[in-house]
């Protein structure tokens, strides 16, 4: 006879019961979960309390939650704002170039610094290449205006040679390629290091077969390697353009100045600005905050199911 299926409220029992086994089996791993859930909740979940001000009239005297409900009169403010508008294409511009444009860096550095058969200059670059990564933007900048400025080293060298000076900070022309060099010397190294460690987890017996047949080890590199890598690239690049309306608020505030106010003035600093630096409207700046992270989620959405259409696993299963 076969046995009597279960009830409709045992079943749900059943699953419980084997989820808090399972739970208490690995109790310990869970315990050591506990203070990163505790972070994770104080400053991550907690603060997004504070999201209530894009849609509230916000008065100091009032506090957050006594303050007067307006609803999305405040993303109406925001949008009939031209500087806004700017802001968002500016963003948009120049997080698309530099994601064409930087984006390969880490994975080439990664191919070449694996392609190096002797270890010690391999563990030589990497240290070297990943260093400016714990720079900070202000001495990162300060490095750049004592270089590039009129009385900087390379103006400098140009004024002996009988050349005229270059006014490489004040260019509008020369502050994307500014941005895009400085922010692939800091980040290359330091990305390079994820895709060194995904080649690290490569079965060598393919490369071990691969030599028996013949294969020469630039056939090795876009053969084995790459292929191999390839579903950490594409997790990098949907991060990546989930990213793409925050723009480096760090480094774009340090190297920018008034001579290039109209180039600079993305997303992040128009907040910055509106926040900090003309009349105080926390409610308007949450709103603008409001929004950017929202098209951020979308574009992550919208990246990740291009990477599933294209064949790749994406973020969510």
């Known amino acids: 006879m076969k046995p009597a299926a279960l009830g409709p409220e045992e079943k749900p029992k059943t699953k419980n019961r084997s989820l808090f086994t399972e739970i208490w089996k690995n109790r310990m791993v869970y315990t050591l979960l506990i203070p990163g859930l505790i972070w994770l909740f104080i400053f991550a979940y907690m603060p997004m309390g504070g999201l209530s001000l894009a849609f509230k009239h916000y008065r100091a005297n009032d506090g957050i939650w006594g303050s007067e409900w307006v609803a999305f009169e405040n993303f109406r403010y925001v949008f009939r704002d031209p500087n806004f508008t700017a802001a968002v294409w500016r963003t948009l511009y120049v997080n698309i170039i530099k994601l064409v444009v930087q984006f390969p860096f880490p994975v080439i550095i990664a191919l070449l610094l694996n392609e190096l058969r002797m270890r010690r200059m391999s563990k030589l670059f990497q240290t070297v290449l990943t260093f400016p990564q714990f720079l900070s933007w202000i001495i990162v900048s300060g490095i750049v205006i004592n270089v590039l400025s009129y009385d900087g080293l390379v103006n400098s060298f140009l004024s002996l040679v009988g050349l005229p000076a270059i006014n490489f900070l004040g260019s509008e022309k020369m502050f994307l390629p500014m941005l895009l060099l400085t ?66 608020f760090d480094q774009i505030f340090n190297l920018a100045n008034a001579a290039t106010k109209n180039v600079s003035e993305v997303l992040d600093v128009y907040i910055y600005r509106i926040t900090f630096q003309s009349s105080t409207d ?15 989620m979308a574009l992550l959405l919208l990246a990740d199911r291009g990477a599933k259409l294209l064949g790749g696993d994406g973020l969510f299963k």
Not at 204 to 229: C, K, V
């Open 282 to 296: 926390f409610s308007f700046s949450s709103a603008v905050s409001l929004f950017r992270s929202l098209v951020n």
């Open 183 to 248: 922010d692939i010397w800091k980040s290359t190294g330091w990305g390079a290091i994820i895709y060194l460690a995904a080649i690290s987890g490569i079965d060598q017996d393919q490369y071990e077969s691969s030599q028996i047949d013949g294969a020469t080890r630039m056939q090795q590199m876009f053969r084995i390697t790459l292929p191999n890598i390839l579903p950490t690239i594409v997790v990098m690049f949907i991060l990546a353009v989930g990213g793409l309306m925050s723009s480096g």
